[in-house]
């Protein structure tokens, strides 16, 4: 295992790339306007990163364009397809100490995490989509013997990828890898607070065979780069992840544009019940602690509001309290770490002004509530537990996006349901009980895109992703995921 000292001589010796990709070469924005790339950790600069605004996409859509039409990419044959995305895995792999460096130093996630979590699923995500290329037949339609009809998808054209900073590189992969996968040219924008990786990406997708133009990376803010790309008349789709208010924006972009394609993985409220014939107390109280903690809590699906039977949810809170207090809180180059710092300054007023406004609302402190660590310069918050919480407090109804978890007690499964559902969003679900009948009964009326029975956000590259209501639209992951980038087209042969 590297060590805490190893990891940190790394980090000043790094040199990450900060100029946008476009058209396979890397170049300042065009107004050479830059911003600062911070450490979570330290609340120090990073990088001075450049900065894209609308004519910097418009530049991106052109190339991307242009690398469509001519072919370069979507008319080679699938097998030299699939030849380049694993090449690109292999490349992300042998470059995994970076990249996970890269990503711990802009988000202050824990190293660990890093290389455990992001980076073998960011390379399983490009093998496998690789694999899908040449192993995906079209239709032939049941007409009449005089008449020939076949389905064929195609790719839809040029594809903006807008990713958020939780889990960068691996967001990215969701969208990236199906996207080429099946033919299209990429604009990937990253979130300003983790932009390296992204970049990093873009040199090794180059390196792997990928023609000039077919990948593009242009980091800016969101009202720059990120309006631009959702208004740009010749983008024909964006796959977006990030907050509920921001994927409705994307969609009046559309509107107002050019009707693009928009395929959303936006907010959560995730329910996680505990049925009092729970198979396992004490591994249910630490999926319940890891499943709203785990990455600080900075996670779409967290299961952030805890619904515990009242019978024992006494007991079941007090295991859950022991498992965070138990947490390490730290340095994120430390492989001992096991929570890092949360994205930024803005990240921390936000879930510091959600716990005191819990408070003021009545729900009752039971550990955790305050920023740590201070003395660091960084953003480092106390994973947080409410007791007393009712569904109508802005607590369990708002996403909060950080290490801050609300206990809910309920009498019957049907009380527990209805709590359940009683929220705008709908992207996760858990529930664990011995009854084979409640179990299949959650399943079918949770209104969430995933549901755990006895564990929690347990997932695979093979399943899809995606949400009900307000946590959006579309799925990433599996084969579901090759329809957002593919247009159906069918073919109609009439015989003599």
């Known amino acids: 295992m590297t060590s805490k000292q190893t990891w940190h001589r790394l980090a000043e010796e790094v040199q990450p790339q900060t100029d946008a990709l476009i058209d396979g070469e890397f170049a300042p924005a065009i107004r050479g306007e830059r911003f600062d790339s911070i450490n979570p950790a330290t609340g120090r600069s990073l990088a001075s990163i450049a900065s894209c605004m609308a004519e910097d996409v418009d530049r991106a859509a052109k190339a991307a364009r242009t690398a469509f039409e001519d072919g370069r990419w979507r ?46 699923s960011t390379v399983n995500t490009f093998r496998w989509y690789a694999e899908a290329i040449d192993k995906v ?13 076949f389905i064929t998808r195609e790719p839809i054209g040029v594809v903006g990828v807008v990713v958020p900073w939780n889990f960068p590189l691996y967001m990215a992969s969701w969208k990236v890898a199906p996207a080429l996968a099946t033919g299209n040219s990429v604009i990937l924008k990253p979130a300003e ?75 959560g409220k995730s329910p996680h019940i505990i049925c009092a014939d729970a ?77 005191e406004r819990a408070c003021a609302e009545g729900a009752r402190l039971r550990t955790g509530g305050r920023p740590v660590l201070v003395e660091s310069g960084g953003f480092f918050f106390e994973p947080t537990v409410f007791c007393d919480v009712t569904n109508d407090i802005e607590l369990a109804r708002s996403e909060v ?31 664990w009980t ?16 995933q549901v755990w029975i006895n564990n929690y956000d347990a997932g695979d590259i093979t ?21 957002k980038y593919t247009e159906v087209k069918a073919t109609w042969i009439e015989m003599a």
């Open 193 to 267: 607070q983790s932009s390296l990786s992204a970049l990093l990406l873009g040199r090794l997708a180059l390196e792997a065979g990928l023609p000039p133009g077919v990948l593009n990376v242009v980091p800016g803010y969101g009202e720059h780069a990120g309006q631009a790309m959702g208004r740009h008349p010749d983008i024909d789709a964006i796959a977006f992840t990030g907050s509920t208010e921001i994927g409705k924006r994307f969609l009046v972009y559309a509107g107002e544009s050019n009707m693009k394609r928009v395929s959303l993985e936006t907010g």
């Open 463 to 483: 399943v899809p992703w995606g949400g009900f209501k307000q946590s959006g639209n579309g799925r990433d992951k599996s084969l579901h995921a090759l329809e």
């Open 434 to 449: 011995r009854n084979i009948d409640t179990a299949l009964r959650a399943s079918k009326e949770l209104r969430a895109g």
């Open 279 to 355: 198979p396992d107390l004490e591994r249910a109280a630490h999926a319940a602690a890891w499943g709203v903690f785990f990455n600080q809590g900075q996670v779409c699906s967290a299961g952030s509001r805890l619904l515990v039977q009242r019978e024992i949810q006494a007991e079941f809170v007090e295991r859950v309290v022991r498992i965070a207090e138990d947490m390490r809180i730290g340095d994120p180059l430390d492989p001992q770490t096991q929570l890092g710092a949360v994205v930024d300054g803005t990240q921390l007023g936000r879930v510091t002004g959600f716990v």
């Open 75 to 120: 008319n080679r044959a699938p097998r030299e397809r699939k030849r380049v995305l694993l090449r690109l895995a292999d490349l992300i792999e042998s470059h995994r100490d970076e990249l996970a460096l890269l990503e711990t130093l802009e988000v202050g996630k824990p190293i660990s995490d890093a290389l455990s979590v992001d980076l073998p």
């Open 137 to 149: 037949y079209g239709e032939v339609a049941p007409t009449p013997a005089n008449s020939l009809a």
């Open 401 to 431: 996006f950080g290490p801050v978890l609300a206990v809910l007690a309920f009498d019957g499964i049907d009380e527990a349901l209805r709590i359940a559902n009683d929220t705008r969003f709908g992207l996760g679900a858990g529930i």
